[in-house]
């Protein structure tokens, strides 16, 4: 069955400089710090994530993905998205809620919400299957 209805046009999240140059320079230990002075950074939170799923702590990292997931929604509808179409991984500024979209995936695969886990792992393929594709290798 095709779908007659056109896609919708891609969501493009706004730069965020001064976020993204914080979180470059941050040394691994300063990453809280960053999310702190920066909250809305889904980037920041993914990192977050990243690191505590790193040293083997899922619960955290499901909190810090959830957090930077939702604040990627936040940000998404604020740019016009209504709940469905691409979300280019190219471009930089939405990887922030990509990454935090994919470390919830894992960190939900990690703490046994098998449900949970294939749900974001398929919205981030719907999001853009080149970032499913370059975050999970």
């Known amino acids: 069955m095709q779908n007659l209805l056109p896609e919708p046009p891609a969501t493009r999240l706004p730069e965020e400089t001064e976020a993204s140059t914080?979180?470059?320079s941050a040394?691994?230990?300063a990453v809280k710090n960053v999310a702190a002075r920066f909250p809305t950074y889904s980037a920041a939170w993914a990192?977050?994530?990243?690191?505590?799923?790193?040293?083997?702590?899922?619960v955290t990292a499901y909190a810090y993905a959830r957090t930077g997931y939702h604040r990627g929604l936040d940000q998404l509808r604020r740019a016009g998205w209504k709940g469905h179409g691409p979300v280019p991984w190219s471009h930089e500024p939405?990887?922030?809620?990509?990454?935090?979209?994919?470390?919830?995936?894992?960190?939900?695969d990690a703490i046994?919400?098998?449900d949970e886990a294939a749900r974001c792992a398929q919205f981030l393929r719907d999001c853009d299957p080149s970032a499913a594709d370059a975050l999970t290798g």
């Open 47 to 58: 990192a977050l994530a990243r690191g505590s799923m790193g040293t083997g702590d899922p």
């Open 27 to 29: 040394e691994p230990d």
């Open 94 to 108: 939405n990887r922030g809620f990509l990454r935090s979209l994919h470390q919830l995936a894992l960190a939900a």
């Open 112 to 114: 046994g919400e098998a």
């Open 22 to 24: 914080a979180l470059a």
